[in-house]
């Protein structure tokens, strides 16, 4: 992880912003600090390749941002990653503020939101590319980062922000910045505090995720052989770390 270099990124991307203000973006501004930060030369931006364009292709190969429906990667990483590694990252804002404007782009107001992403919010996202994560080829990583989130009063309701636009996000620095590089690294979604025999219930308890994540984890761990069944108590299916004895 390399701040320094982040924030610089951050900058090239607040320069290259669209230009008519609020409501006229081109790309994203998350998306383009990410693309900056992993390749910093632009030249290397925007690049085809097997009949799609990658968001930027390097010495270490392609470079895709995704924040959500990673699903819809599915068809240019299958040829991305017959020519060459690719790396997949996936924003979460781990510390977010929001901003309001009216709809003539003056802002209204701005505070910090409630929560905190956890890396395992990415488990949902990840698990639609489960068949790839043993390819040695695939790499992914979690970019946890600081962002204010600018919408629009443009929604529902007396304060008219239900179901209100969501202009962009602008980032303010890298918290945590988590490799998965081969099978062994998506141990670390596990919670470190798990018992020694696990089921999907204690995973979640333990995680403090939705119970549907730690299904999903489970199940990611199970293909790559990190976890194996132990025993099934009623329905419920319980697992040993692939290295524990019986």
């Not at 990667?73 to 309001?100: Q, R, S, Y």
């Not at 990583?141 to 309701?157: K, M, P, T």
């Not at 636009?165 to 998506?186: K, N, S």
């Amino acid at each position: 992880m390399d701040p320094a270099a982040f924030a610089r990124a951050c900058d090239w991307a607040a320069a290259h912003r669209g230009t008519g203000g609020i409501g006229t973006l081109g790309e994203k501004s998350l998306h383009a600090a990410l693309k900056y930060y992993f390749e910093p030369c632009p030249e290397n931006h925007e690049q085809p390749l097997g009949g799609f364009v990658a968001d930027a292709v390097g010495e270490n190969g392609v470079i895709e941002i995704q924040s959500r429906s990673l699903f819809k990667l599915i068809p240019k990483l299958d040829a991305f990653l017959e020519a060459c590694p690719v790396t997949v990252v996936h924003p979460l804002v781990g510390k977010k503020w929001v901003a309001w404007y009216e709809p003539d782009g003056t802002q209204v107001s701005r505070r910090r939101a409630p929560g905190r992403s956890r890396l395992t919010d990415a488990v949902p996202e990840l698990y639609a590319l489960k068949y790839m994560l043993d390819n040695p080829r695939f790499h992914f990583c979690i970019c946890v980062v600081e962002a204010v989130e600018q919408r629009l009063l443009d929604g529902y309701g007396k304060d008219r922000k239900h179901r209100s636009t969501r202009l962009d996000r602008i980032p303010l620095g890298l918290l945590e910045e988590v490799h998965f590089d081969c099978p062994a690294d998506y141990l670390q979604l596990l919670p470190p505090d798990a018992p020694e025999m696990f089921g999907s219930r204690e995973i979640a308890q333990a995680g403090h995720m939705p119970l549907d994540t730690a299904r999903m984890l489970l199940n990611l761990l199970c293909y790559l052989e990190l976890i194996r069944p132990a025993e099934k108590r009623g329905n419920a299916k319980y697992y040993r770390r692939a290295g524990d004895a019986l």
